[in-house]
């Protein structure tokens, strides 16, 4: 068994978790939100090992209602990384409006750096030329579907990539991602119709045992590999700083070996 806490790079949880049921879990989790109305309570979080995001999900139309560049900014500074934002096809918010807000998130992001889950539903090609348009360190792309094109371009284009149990039981980008951009997610609770063992957020062994054939590692280099990408992607966006204490401890553990 790893002596590494699991890693859960994607996962919705209500910003009122009692933090006792967040130690419960035994992993690191990136806890994302969906609307403005969830920033000041992420923010305030101080949980050992859970992260929390800003973020102004493309399917949520209140959440374009209420979003504000001005407000993101100036919270921006306290918060460890952002999410979930991005774009989606199948969204009832007209895309326009959807790329407004995504380039003003990623402009705001290439100033001040940080982890980013984005969201690509039906977007992957709307995605990438954002990105292009205004190339952001720190760039994760959540439950990625593009195609091999595409995810070459995502690769150069310097992303990464959080994968979850849905990526193993129907792989469809797991053999072009390099090793090196890869983390682990559950995207809970949505990815339970696909995974079975994803009953709560942290629980990614689908994704690592799919990782671990893939790369023809054990479960333990499997989940150090991750640990290794995370520490390059915090690094990368000199973000590690504004890590929870839990996940700060166990990159030095990493760098130390022990």
Same mark, same amino acid.
């Given at each position: 068994?790893?002596?590494?806490p !699991?890693?859960?790079a994607?996962a919705?949880?209500d910003?009122a978790?009692?933090?006792?049921?967040?130690?419960?879990?035994?992993?690191?989790?990136? =806890?994302?939100?969906?609307?403005?109305?969830?920033?000041?309570?992420?923010v305030?979080?101080?949980?050992r090992?859970?992260?929390?995001?800003?973020?102004?999900?493309?399917?949520?139309?209140?959440a374009f209602?209420?979003?504000?560049?001005?407000?993101?900014?100036?919270?921006l500074?306290?918060?460890p990384?952002?999410?979930?934002?991005?774009?989606?096809?199948?969204?009832?918010?007209p895309?326009?409006?959807?790329?407004?807000?995504?380039?003003a998130v990623?402009?705001?992001?290439?100033?001040?750096?940080?982890p980013?889950?984005?969201?690509?539903?039906?977007?992957?090609?709307?995605?990438l030329?954002?990105?292009?348009?205004c190339?952001?360190?720190?760039?994760?792309?959540?439950?990625w579907?593009?195609?091999?094109?595409?995810?070459r371009e995502?690769?150069?284009l310097?992303?990464?990539?959080?994968?979850?149990?849905?990526?193993? =039981?129907?792989?469809?980008?797991?053999?072009?991602?390099?090793?090196e951009?890869?983390?682990?997610?559950?995207?809970? !609770?949505?990815?339970?119709?696909?995974?079975?063992? =994803?009953?709560? !957020?942290?629980?990614?062994?689908?994704?690592?045992?799919?990782?671990?054939?893939?790369?023809?590692?054990?479960?333990?280099?499997?989940?150090?590999q991750?640990?290794?990408?995370?520490r390059?992607?915090?690094?990368?966006?000199? =973000?590690?700083?504004?890590m929870?204490?839990?996940?700060?401890?166990?990159?030095l553990?990493?760098?130390?070996?022990?």
């Open positions: 068994m790893s002596v590494l !699991p890693i859960d994607h919705h949880i910003t978790i009692d933090e006792r049921d967040l130690r419960a879990l035994r992993a690191v989790v990136f =806890a994302v939100t969906r609307e403005p109305a969830e920033w000041d309570a992420a305030a979080r101080r949980d090992h859970c992260a929390w995001g800003l973020g102004c999900h493309p399917g949520v139309p209140r209602e209420t979003f504000d560049i001005h407000r993101f900014k100036q919270l500074g306290r918060a990384l952002v999410g979930e934002v991005g774009l989606d096809g199948r969204s009832k918010v895309m326009d409006r959807q790329r407004r807000v995504f380039a990623l402009r705001e992001l290439a100033e001040e750096p940080r980013v889950t984005i969201h690509s539903v039906g977007a992957s090609a709307e995605v030329e954002e990105l292009r348009e190339p952001v360190t720190g760039a994760v792309l959540h439950w579907r593009g195609s091999p094109k595409q995810t995502a690769v150069e310097g992303c990464f990539f959080s994968l979850n149990g849905a990526e193993a =039981a129907r792989p469809k980008v797991l053999a072009d991602v390099p090793r951009r890869v983390l682990t997610e559950t995207d809970f !609770p949505h990815t339970q119709r696909q995974d079975d063992a =994803a009953r709560r !957020p942290g629980i990614v062994s689908t994704i690592e045992r799919g990782l671990g054939a893939q790369w023809h590692l054990e479960p333990e280099a499997v989940r150090w991750v640990w290794s990408n995370l390059t992607l915090l690094a990368d966006t000199n =973000a590690a700083r504004l929870p204490r839990g996940v700060q401890t166990t990159l553990a990493l760098r130390s070996g022990h």
